[in-house]
């Protein structure tokens, strides 16, 4: 086995078990391509609760999404402009977050406002295999809000 292919193991090992905790309820730090993120389920509404707990943070500020790809960051996006889709295009995976109209079937409460989703796909292989493994994951940096 390579060096590689062990830290390709290892990746796989931890996004495996972050997923597990993450369908479980709750809320993990993990690393991103740009900070350290305070991540939860977007559709458990105590593990969100958590998060803006967490961070000392108001609703009136809210949480983008991780995807592990751009098709997966574009289902939960009501429209898409070809704007949109030329930034996400020659941006991700990468630093770029997306605030895109809300699909109106999405009930997170991921703050507000609520007819909008920012949404990002990271360049960093472990959220990318989380986001994989359990859908797209609720993301904030991990130190406190202020």
């Given at each position: 086995?390579?060096?590689?292919e062990t830290i390709s193991a290892s990746e796989a090992d931890a996004a495996s078990r972050i997923g597990e905790v993450l369908v479980g309820g709750g809320v993990?730090?993990?690393?991103?391509?740009?900070?350290?993120?305070?991540?939860?389920?977007?559709?458990?509404?105590?593990?969100?609760?958590?998060?803006?707990?967490?961070?000392?943070?108001?609703?009136?500020?809210?949480?983008?999404?991780?995807?592990?790809?751009?098709?997966?960051?574009?289902?939960?996006?009501?429209?898409?402009?070809?704007?949109?889709?030329?930034?996400?295009?020659?941006?991700?995976?990468?630093?770029?977050?997306?605030?895109?109209?809300?699909?109106?079937?999405?009930?997170?409460?991921?703050?507000?406002?609520?007819?909008?989703?920012?949404?990002?796909?990271?360049?960093?292989?472990?959220?990318?295999?989380?986001?994989?493994?359990?859908?797209?994951?609720?993301?904030?940096?991990?130190?406190?809000?202020?």
């Open positions: 086995m390579t060096v590689t993990v730090v993990v690393p991103t391509d740009t900070v350290y993120g305070l991540v939860a389920l977007p559709d458990d509404a105590d593990a969100m609760a958590r998060i803006f707990a967490l961070k000392g943070r108001a609703a009136d500020v809210p949480v983008a999404v991780l995807c592990a790809s751009t098709m997966q960051a574009f289902s939960i996006a009501g429209t898409l402009s070809a704007t949109a889709a030329v930034l996400a295009a020659e941006h991700w995976p990468g630093p770029l977050t997306l605030v895109l109209p809300r699909h109106p079937d999405l009930e997170w409460d991921l703050g507000e406002p609520r007819s909008t989703v920012g949404v990002r796909c990271p360049d960093h292989d472990l959220v990318q295999r989380i986001a994989g493994r359990t859908g797209p994951i609720a993301a904030t940096s991990a130190n406190r809000h202020g």
